[in-house]
């Protein structure tokens, strides 16, 4: 029997380059995400391409029926996840915590921690059931410092770091790997959703440097995945080679 990876926001970025490298490695995959047109088309890809099963669930991580819900009504088979990545996350807006969006943090809230926590909470249930399981939770640099009008997602991804020490010592006397990834500038729909569709002021995030894509992030996820099973790599912070801090990179 094939193992399974459960990767949440899937239709794009590092959750969509996640689900090309677990099917390559032959994983039968359950991917999540609000656009269903997009998730479907990313099924019906890796189905065609690695002959893979894919149960592609379209919903909002915010929705806690929602998510319970859909999650419950999968088939016992597809229960037994082997791998989870928390993936699903967005930033929204950039602003002095005075002139801040209450929607947009929000926004963040839910999907960043609130979010996660319903999906995990299912999920490591099934993998105390089934005696094992790699939860590997998406974090960012913006979980290990904090930088100008990066208040409300900094905390939400400082609240992920805190969470995935939390889980791993609640789920060590179940041999439950959990692990996260801090990236730091990943080109992906990232900043056109931070800046909420303007893709000229998106595009300036990554000029004159090289920024990780979002291949390289799931290509590190694989690399943590596939350790030996008494390994648990614990946290991993990953930057583009001209970056140093979040708010240093060396621009040409
Ligand atoms: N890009 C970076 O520089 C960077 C750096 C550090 C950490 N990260 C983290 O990496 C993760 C992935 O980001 P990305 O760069 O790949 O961004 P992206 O290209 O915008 O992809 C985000 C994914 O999350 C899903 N998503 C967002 N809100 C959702 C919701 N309410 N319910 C269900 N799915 C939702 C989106 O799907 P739908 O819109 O279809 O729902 C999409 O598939 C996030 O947690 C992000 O915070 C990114």
Same mark, same amino acid.
């Given at each position: 029997?094939?193992?399974?990876?459960?990767?949440? +926001?899937?239709?794009?970025?590092?959750?969509?380059?996640?689900?090309?490298?677990? !099917?390559?490695?032959?994983?039968?995959?359950?991917?999540?995400?609000?656009?269903?047109?997009?998730?479907?088309?990313?099924?019906?890809?890796?189905?065609?391409?690695?002959?893979?099963?894919?149960?592609?669930?379209?919903?909002?991580?915010?929705?806690?029926?929602?998510?319970?819900?859909?999650?419950?009504?999968?088939?016992?088979?597809?229960?037994?996840?082997?791998?989870?990545? *928390?993936?699903?996350?967005?930033?929204?807006?950039?602003?002095?915590?005075?002139?801040?969006?209450?929607?947009?943090?929000?926004?963040?809230?839910?999907?960043?921690?609130?979010?996660?926590?319903?999906?995990?909470?299912?999920?490591?249930?099934?993998?105390?059931?089934?005696?094992?399981?790699?939860?590997?939770?998406?974090?960012?640099?913006?979980?290990?410092?904090?930088?100008?009008?990066?208040?409300?997602?900094?905390?939400?991804?400082?609240?992920?770091?805190?969470?995935?020490? +939390?889980?791993?010592?609640?789920?060590?006397?179940? +041999?439950?790997?959990?692990?996260?990834?801090?990236?730091?500038?990943?080109?992906?729909?990232?900043?056109?959703?931070?800046?909420?569709?303007?893709?000229?002021?998106?595009?300036?995030?990554?000029?004159?440097?090289?920024?990780?894509?979002?291949?390289?992030? !799931?290509?590190?996820?694989?690399?943590?995945?596939?350790?030996?099973?008494?390994?648990?790599?614990?946290?991993?912070?990953?930057?583009?080679?001209?970056?140093?801090?979040?708010? *240093?990179?060396?621009?040409?």
């Amino acid at each position: 029997m094939s193992k399974i990876a459960l990767i949440t +926001g899937a239709t794009a970025g590092i959750g969509e380059a996640c689900a090309h490298v677990f !099917a390559r490695e032959g994983y039968n995959l359950i991917l999540t995400g609000r656009r269903e047109d997009r998730l479907n088309k990313v099924a019906s890809y890796l189905n065609d391409k690695y002959n893979v099963e894919v149960t592609a669930m379209s919903f909002d991580v915010r929705n806690r029926a929602e998510v319970i819900e859909n999650l419950n009504e999968l088939p016992a088979e597809w229960k037994n996840v082997d791998v989870l990545v *928390n993936n699903a996350g967005l930033s929204q807006g950039l602003d002095p915590i005075q002139k801040g969006d209450i929607d947009d943090w929000e926004t963040m809230i839910d999907t960043n921690i609130k979010g996660l926590l319903y999906v995990s909470k299912v999920v490591s249930n099934w993998m105390i059931d089934n005696g094992k399981g790699h939860i590997i939770n998406l974090g960012s640099i913006a979980g290990k410092e904090v930088y100008p009008n990066g208040n409300v997602y900094c905390a939400t991804k400082h609240a992920v770091d805190a969470l995935n020490k +939390g889980m791993r010592a609640d789920l060590l006397p179940f +041999g439950i790997r959990v692990t996260a990834v801090h990236p730091g500038a990943v080109e992906t729909e990232f900043s056109e959703v931070r800046f909420k569709g303007d893709r000229e002021r998106a595009k300036k995030v990554y000029d004159g440097f090289e920024p990780l894509i979002a291949q390289d992030i !799931a290509e590190t996820i694989w690399f943590v995945a596939s350790r030996p099973a008494h390994v648990n790599i614990n946290d991993l912070v990953i930057m583009p080679t001209a970056q140093a801090t979040a708010t *240093n990179i060396f621009r040409h």
